[in-house]
Nanobody, 118 residues
Framework: QVQPVASGGGLVQPGRSLRLSCTGP????????MCWFRQAPGKQHEWVSC???????TYADSVKGRFTISKDKAKDTVYLQMNSLKPEDTAMYCC????????????WGQGTQVTISS
């Protein structure tokens, strides 16, 4: 199965910003919703945000007002703009397809590490 690949993570100080990118085949972006998940050490996977095929966005309460999800269909890329970052945002961030059954069942792809620390 084809799975998008996340990139753009790094180490930043609290209060600063970071933008993650997720790139995949155009067919995937055309058929599937795109979502961001994260997992911190010792914790379960946590849903962060999704953008539907028609552009509707949703966010977890923990990131609402700070994170913004968007996509560029021409570049087959989805973004996660993260502002006002907090230490508790530290996690491995992954991009995954959602929506249709075959989108949901797709395997997890490569993630990118985000570390927020002074």
């Amino acid at each position: 199965q084809v799975q998008p690949v996340a990139s753009g993570g790094g180490l930043v100080q609290p209060g600063r910003s970071l933008r993650l990118s997720c790139t995949g085949p155009g067919f995937t972006f055309n058929r599937c919703d795109m979502c961001w998940f994260r997992q911190a050490p010792g914790k379960q996977h946590e849903w962060v945000s999704c953008i539907s095929t028609d552009g509707i966005t949703t966010y977890a309460d923990s990131v609402k007002g700070r994170f913004t999800i968007s996509k560029d269909k021409a570049k087959d890329t989805v973004y996660l703009q993260m502002n006002s970052l907090k230490p508790e945002d530290t996690a491995m961030y992954c991009c995954k397809t959602a929506g249709l059954a075959d989108c949901v069942s797709a395997i997890w792809g490569q993630g990118t590490q985000v570390t927020i620390s002074s």
